[in-house]
């Protein structure tokens, strides 16, 4: 088990008359991952509601902020137990056999064009076994062919854009890495969070994005960008591309301050928590229990 202690710290400047925002900075609620403890503390006098997504654990957070300075700062301990499994036992599941929740990610959908793709998948991987050691060649392929610098791309940036450029950021490798995935018919979804043990020579701790592709029974976790270690990281929600899991939308005129985030794991022999390593098993944190109710909200606590 691993036990992480997070905070996030955002800052915005709210232009009359004011604006709604939506927030996922909540830990995800998962078969594998726990919420020990957790406080959000908001500077504004606001009324939040949150919701969980019941299919895929996702927590969102809507306010109505009032114009001035709005602090948001959310704190938890999250508790994570992976499911672990030799690469080599582990195939991609036929389209007919998939479980229902699991169709949507082999669309293609805004920045992870998967339709423009299947010419150039089928070429450099169509001759691969099936299989996670497929899905590890995409991975380690776009990691192989795409540069990670900070400040190379935009909002805007998708899936074609980063296979063109061969740069970008970690929301960037995992664009390009599910496109790829769901070329090949393999259902693949953007994952957001924070990551433990990423690089110092990277900067400050910051939002994170991976990649989850279900094979066998289950969502694996995949890194493409190579930054972090898988074992370390904590999951705020899933969708179909990065517009599915922004940590803040915002609807009016804000100005916003970098974020601000901490992370530390913490190591508790009696409690078996260990501190992250990289492990050469293939990890999970979601074994796709709940993905036949569909996507209805419900109110959370």
Excluded at 72 to 92: G, K
Excluded at 222 to 249: E, K, N, Q, Y
Aim: proline share 5%; aromatic share 8%; charged share 20%.
């Amino acid at each position: 088990m691993i036990r992480l202690r997070l905070s996030v710290e955002l800052s915005y400047d709210v232009a009359p008359p004011g604006c709604d925002v939506i927030f996922n900075v909540h830990a995800a609620h998962t078969s594998h991952q726990r919420v020990a403890t957790e406080m959000m503390e908001i500077s504004q006098f606001l009324l939040p509601q949150v919701h969980t997504d019941v299919a895929t654990g996702n927590r969102y957070m809507r306010v109505k902020a009032e114009a001035g300075g709005l602090r948001l700062r959310y704190s938890a301990t999250v508790e994570v137990r992976h499911h672990r499994a030799v690469p080599d036992s582990i195939h991609e599941v036929p389209v007919s056999q998939l479980p229902t929740g699991a169709l949507i990610y082999l669309y293609p959908s805004r920045y992870c064009q998967s339709d423009r793709l299947y010419d150039m998948a089928r070429q450099t991987f169509g001759h691969l076994l099936p299989g996670y050691a497929r899905v590890q060649a995409i991975c380690d392929w776009v990691r192989a062919h795409v540069k990670f610098q900070s400040a190379t791309s935009t909002a805007s940036t998708s899936a074609l854009d980063t296979l063109r450029d061969k740069v970008g950021v970690c929301r960037d490798f995992a664009h390009l890495m599910i496109a790829l995935c769901r070329a090949l018919n393999i259902p693949a979804r953007f994952a957001t969070g924070i990551d433990y043990g990423a690089d110092a020579t990277l900067g400050p701790h910051d939002f994170h994005a991976y990649v989850e592709v279900f094979l066998g029974d289950r969502w694996y976790l995949f890194d493409p960008s190579g930054t972090a270690i898988p074992m370390g990281l904590m999951r705020f929600g899933t969708g179909r591309d990065a517009a599915d899991v922004s940590f803040a939308t915002l609807f009016g005129t804000v100005n916003a301050a970098p974020p601000r985030i901490d992370i530390t794991a913490i190591e508790d022999a009696a409690t078996g928590a260990l501190l992250p390593w990289r492990c050469p098993d293939a990890l999970s944190t979601d074994d796709g229990i709940g993905m036949l109710v569909g996507t209805r909200l419900v109110s959370a606590v």
